[in-house]
C-alpha cells in the first residue's frame, strides 16, 4: 500500500515533559540530586580519543583511498561520534567549574573531528534543551525545506542522513538570538582548519579523506546515524518527543543513549545517567525506547510511514502581521 507524504510537523500545545518528570523524580528519590555535578576525568577520555582518531589517521596514510573510507566507516565514525558525545558534554559545561575550560575542553575535542562546530554547537543546544520543539530556538528540528525535499523516501532520507553535518549547518540562519561569530567561534575555526590543513601537508591526502569519512559517517549514512533518529523522532506508536537508547553502543559512545534521563536532568554528567534511570525506572521503564540504533536506522530509511516530518513542534509558524 502507498503511503502519502505529509506536508507538515506534528504540533502539541502540551508542556515539555522534561520540565514536569524531573521534579516528581526528584520527590521521590532525593538522592539524584547527588548524581548533578562535574566530570573532569572526563578530559581523559577525550585525550584519548583524540590520540586515537590522529593514530588511525597516521596509520591510514599509504591505504588506498577506498581503504580509508572503510577504515572510516569501521573505526573512525566510531571514534568520531564519541567525540561528538564528548563536544556534547562540554557545551553543559559537566568538565569543569568554568565555562571557559569547558568551551577550550570542547575545541580540543573538536580538532579531530575535521569541521569547526563545538562552539557553535554549545551555543544552540542549551537553547535546544530550554526551548524543545520551537523553531525559532531549536536548531535540532529540521527546517521545513530539509523535511519537504527529504520526506518520506528512502533516497530523499539516505541522502538527508549522508549530508547531515552540512544540513544541520544550514539551519544556522534561522537561530536569530544566538552569536553566530565572535572571538570563541573563529579559534574554534582556526584550530579545526589549522589540524586539517596539518594533516593534508604533513600525512596526506588519504589521511585527509580518512578525518572527513569518519565525521560524515558518525553523523549520517552509518547505523551510529539512527541516534539523531532515536532522540526526538517520532518513531513509536506512543506520541513522544524523546526516547532513549538501552542496548550495547552506549558502552563507547557513552551513555548518550540516555536521552530522556539527560533531558530530564542535563547537569548530570554521562557516567551517572544509568544511576538517573534506576532511580527513575518508575517513569522511564513505562515509556517507550528503543534496543538497536542498526534496526531503527535501517526501519527509518525503509518505512515510509517515518518521514523527516516526523517531529513534535510547539507552535506553528506564522507570518507576522502587516504593519500600516
Not at 553543559?92 to 569547558?102: E, G, I, P, V
Not at 544552540?124 to 520543539?133: D, E, N, R, S, T
Not at 541522502?159 to 570563541?184: A, C, F, G, N, S
Request: hydrophobic fraction near 45%; proline fraction near 5%; charged fraction near 20%.
Amino acid at each position: 500500500m502507498k503511503t502519502a507524504k505529509r506536508h507538515d510537523f506534528y504540533y502539541t500545545e502540551e508542556k515539555d515533559i522534561h520540565f514536569i518528570r524531573p521534579i516528581e523524580i526528584i520527590k521521590e528519590h532525593p538522592e539524584v540530586r547527588e548524581y548533578i555535578g562535574k566530570n573532569p576525568y572526563t578530559f581523559v577520555v577525550v585525550t584519548g580519543l583524540v590520540a586515537l582518531q590522529f593514530s588511525m589517521a597516521y596509520m591510514v596514510r599509504h591505504l588506498p583511498w577506498w581503504g580509508s573510507l572503510i577504515v572510516a566507516y569501521i573505526v573512525g565514525a566510531f571514534l568520531v561520534h564519541a567525540l561528538f558525545v564528548m563536544v556534547h558534554e562540554c557545551s553543559h559545561n559537566l568538565l569543569f567549574q568554568r565555562k571557559q575550560a569547558n568551551t577550550l575542553a570542547g575545541i580540543f575535542a573538536n580538532a579531530a573531528m575535521f569541521f569547526p562546530s563545538s562552539v557553535s554547537f554549545q551555543r544552540y543546544h542549551l537553547k535546544h534543551h530550554a526551548h524543545q520543539g520551537i523553531h525559532e530556538f531549536d536548531m535540532d528540528l529540521p527546517s521545513n525545506n530539509e523535511a519537504k525535499v527529504a520526506n518520506n523516501t528512502f533516497i530523499g532520507k539516505a541522502i538527508w542522513l549522508l549530508l547531515y553535518p552540512i544540513v544541520q549547518t544550514l539551519r544556522l540562519p534561522r537561530m536569530k538570538e544566538i552569536k553566530h561569530v565572535d572571538k570563541w567561534v573563529l579559534l574554534n575555526f582556526v584550530v579545526v582548519v589549522g589540524v586539517d590543513v596539518a594533516i593534508w601537508f604533513l600525512l596526506g591526502p588519504i589521511s585527509f579523506i580518512y578525518i572527513c569519512a569518519s565525521l560524515f559517517f558518525s553523523v549520517g549514512l552509518h547505523p551510529l546515524g539512527a541516534r539523531w533518529v532515536q532522540e526526538h523522532f517520532l518513531t513509536t506508536n506512543e506520541v513522544q518527543e524523546t526516547h532513549s537508547y538501552y542496548g550495547p553502543l552506549n558502552t563507547i559512545a557513552f551513555n548518550v543513549g540516555y536521552h530522556n534521563e539527560h533531558h530530564d536532568f542535563p547537569s548530570v554528567p554521562w557516567n551517572k545517567l544509568p544511576k538517573v534511570k534506576k532511580a527513575g525506572e518508575k517513569w522511564y521503564n513505562g515509556i517507550a525506547s528503543h534496543k538497536s540504533w542498526t534496526l531503527l536506522w535501517l526501519r527509518f530509511l525503509f518505512d515510509r510511514n517515518i518521514s523527516v516530518y516526523s517531529r513534535m513542534l510547539r507552535k506553528k509558524q506564522e507570518k507576522p502581521a502587516k504593519t500600516k
